[in-house]
């Protein structure tokens, strides 16, 4: 099985842009052109294994519509001329992986909960059109939690008709674990209630973080349930394309947080596969971590 190990280094910032930033993802086996939609550090979730700490505020609020879109282009000036791979952090980036895979709206919180979402994706899909890179996806990573919002939906939908996907979080099997995982006063039922949703109208990926807590690895009883909800989904007309299962790679603010082994994280997807037939991939820890 390929191992996937790429890479510990996200920083949220290059050559001084506020909203935009290139990675190296391991997910996209290649470039991504990261949008933080979440400047100010503020999400509905406050997931036990997230990287960013809320502890301290960010000097920036909001996001400045104006310096995103010029973040953006000047950006894809660099990718779609290569120029990227000259610059000093990614010149010695392997052939295999120069390429750009994707624009992936994430950040320091969840983009869905952005006053003007589908605005905001429909000037990037404007943009990443006037580049010439059609080809290039654009990914939101999201918790789901604000897809049952009409301009949410209409975001949903302008992502659809630009080479779209949807990286949409599934934790958790059970309530409790749910809880514990992502602490949020969210209802579990309205993250798994737009999961369907979503995937009713065009097949979505699900991404799934498992980790060790306080030295615990998710129960074997956990991981059914887990199942069961994405059973569910498929049973009521969702199409799940894939099933990210990967475990810890950068150090989170919660000292109490670590991954788990390859052989677990190895089992868990094997389980995916039996318990729903679904394709599944991992993605395994970091060895600096």
């Known amino acids: 099985m390929t191992t996937h190990r790429l890479h510990t280094q996200h920083q949220r910032t290059f050559e001084g842009n506020r909203f935009v930033y290139p990675v190296l993802s391991r997910r996209s086996k290649g470039l991504s052109i990261g949008v933080n939609l979440n400047p100010d550090k503020i999400c509905n979730f406050d997931c036990i294994y997230c990287q960013v700490d809320r502890r301290t505020e960010s000097e920036v609020r909001f996001v400045e519509g104006e310096r995103y879109y010029s973040e953006l282009e000047e950006m894809l000036d660099l990718c779609a001329s290569g120029e990227i791979f000259q610059t000093t952090k990614f010149t010695e980036t392997p052939e295999h992986l120069r390429r750009v895979n994707d624009i992936a709206f994430s950040g320091d919180g969840e983009p869905t909960t952005y006053r003007n979402f589908d605005e905001l994706i429909d000037r990037s899909a404007e943009i990443k059109r006037k580049h010439g890179l059609d080809q290039v996806k654009m990914v939101l990573i999201t918790n789901a939690t604000m897809f049952h919002r009409p301009h949410v939906q209409r975001g949903l939908e302008i992502l659809d008709a630009n080479q779209g996907e949807i990286w949409a979080k599934l934790d958790a099997g059970t309530e409790s674990y749910y809880r514990t995982i992502e602490r949020t006063k969210i209802p579990f039922q309205r993250v798994l209630d737009n999961l369907l949703l979503a995937a009713q109208v065009r097949p979505i990926v699900i991404?799934?973080?498992?980790?060790?807590?306080?030295?615990?690895?998710?129960?074997?009883?956990?991981?059914?349930?887990?199942?069961?909800?994405?059973?569910?989904?498929?049973?009521?007309?969702?199409?799940?394309?894939?099933?990210?299962?990967?475990?810890?790679?950068?150090?989170?603010?919660?000292?109490?947080?670590?991954?788990?082994?390859?052989?677990?994280?190895?089992?868990?997807?094997?389980?995916?596969?039996?318990?729903?037939g679904l394709t599944a991939e991992v993605y395994y820890g970091s060895s600096d971590y």
């Open 207 to 276: 991404q799934s973080m498992f980790l060790r807590l306080l030295g615990q690895s998710p129960t074997a009883e956990e991981i059914a349930a887990f199942c069961d909800r994405l059973n569910t989904i498929v049973s009521e007309g969702g199409q799940i394309k894939l099933v990210q299962v990967y475990t810890v790679a950068r150090k989170p603010a919660e000292s109490i947080v670590a991954p788990l082994d390859d052989s677990e994280v190895d089992t868990i997807a094997q389980t995916v596969r039996d318990r729903t």
